[in-house]
């Protein structure tokens, strides 16, 4: 079956850094990729998504670019605020079950 | 839009004692709904789907069931908690493409 691998965390930055979270996945097929955020306490909301090879998808200055070649959809921010300290997921579409496969996540603490 | 309500938000249960979370689904008519559970500091794991009413896909066996009385209903039981069921409940939907939505979750804690 699917599986979705990201970093460990967590991962703390300085208000203003540039953020980079990875993320590889391995699928049957060119699944879509997304990017989710869970803020403390709440469910989650879809960040970004991409739904085939070299689409880059991009919200609130995040974006990722699905890349066949090296399976993976890392995600990027160029600055940082502390307001993105959240826990970031990962997951991959997973067609056959019309259900996704979450990584582990990975928690983003923005000092200031 | 759609909006996903989840019941109740938080909820503390004794060992051995029954469960019932209620998911409804607004703005969408046959979603794909889905419930998943996200441990303390863990990932999500996908306990159940279901593509229509009476429809129901078991992730994981263990003392969990799911029920779908209603197209936009979607219900999640235990006849006995283990502490080990503690943890965030999240329901899902899903509609003709598998972006996935979330609901606000609700905390249960067995103790």
């Known amino acids: 079956g699917n599986s979705v691998t990201q970093m460990e965390g967590p991962v703390t930055l300085s208000e203003e850094a540039f953020l980079t979270i990875n993320c590889t996945y391995t699928?049957?097929?060119?699944?879509?990729l997304f990017w989710y955020v869970q803020y403390p306490g709440e469910g989650l909301q879809l960040l970004l998504k991409a739904t085939k090879a070299d689409d880059k998808g991009s919200n609130k200055g995040f974006e990722a670019t699905y890349r066949k070649e090296t399976t993976s959809f890392h995600l990027e921010k160029g600055s940082v605020q502390v307001s993105d300290s959240a826990v970031y997921f990962c997951?991959?579409?997973?067609?056959?079950?019309?259900?996704?496969?979450f990584g582990s996540g990975t928690r983003l603490q923005v000092q200031p | 839009s759609q909006t996903i309500h989840q019941w109740p938000a938080t909820l503390v249960q004794p060992v051995g004692s029954p469960l019932s979370l209620e998911c409804t689904v607004e703005g969408t008519s046959n979603p794909n709904l889905y419930w998943y559970r996200q441990a303390a500091g863990r990932g999500l794991q996908l306990l159940f789907y279901?593509?229509?009413?009476?429809?129901i896909s078991s992730e994981v066996p263990q003392n969990l069931s799911a029920s779908r009385p209603q197209d936009r209903q979607f219900i999640l039981s235990s006849k006995k908690l283990l502490l080990s069921d503690s943890g965030f409940y999240l329901c899902?939907?899903?509609?003709?493409?598998?972006?996935?939505?979330f609901g606000p979750g609700t905390r249960l804690t067995v103790l």
């Open positions: 899902a939907t899903a509609g003709s493409t598998d972006t996935q939505y």
């Open positions: 997951a991959s579409g997973d067609t056959g079950r019309r259900a996704l496969t």
């Open positions: 699928a049957t097929g060119y699944p879509s």
């Open positions: 279901s593509v229509g009413i009476g429809q």
